[in-house]
């Protein structure tokens, strides 16, 4: 498969991640206001909810794609400095 029918796959999974949790968030806040009276208010709660919660997953989401799968790992030890003038054996 091509690297950029990969990419594309995974932007639609994004895309779809964010729409869910934002239209999660809105039916939340239709229920609830109908439970209690406050519709308008509820929605626009389940709408900044589901926004944030959606967002704060995009992040995590893309995190390993910026820094790759060991984000929390110690960074690798630098090569010894070998002295390999004059026929050296590399060490000191």
């Not at 950029?4 to 968030?25: D, P």
Request: hydrophobic share 45%; proline share 10%.
């Amino acid at each position: 498969m091509p690297p950029w029918v990969i990419v594309a796959l995974r932007l639609t999974g994004l895309g779809w991640y964010v729409a869910a949790c934002i239209v999660v968030g809105i039916i939340g806040g239709v229920w609830l206001g109908k439970l209690t009276g406050q519709v308008a208010l509820l929605v626009l709660a389940g709408t900044v909810i589901g926004s944030v919660v959606a967002f704060y997953g995009v992040y995590r989401m893309v995190l390993p794609a910026v820094y790759g799968p060991n984000r929390n790992a110690p960074p690798p030890e630098p090569p010894e400095r070998r002295n390999t003038e004059h026929g050296g054996n590399g060490k000191s």
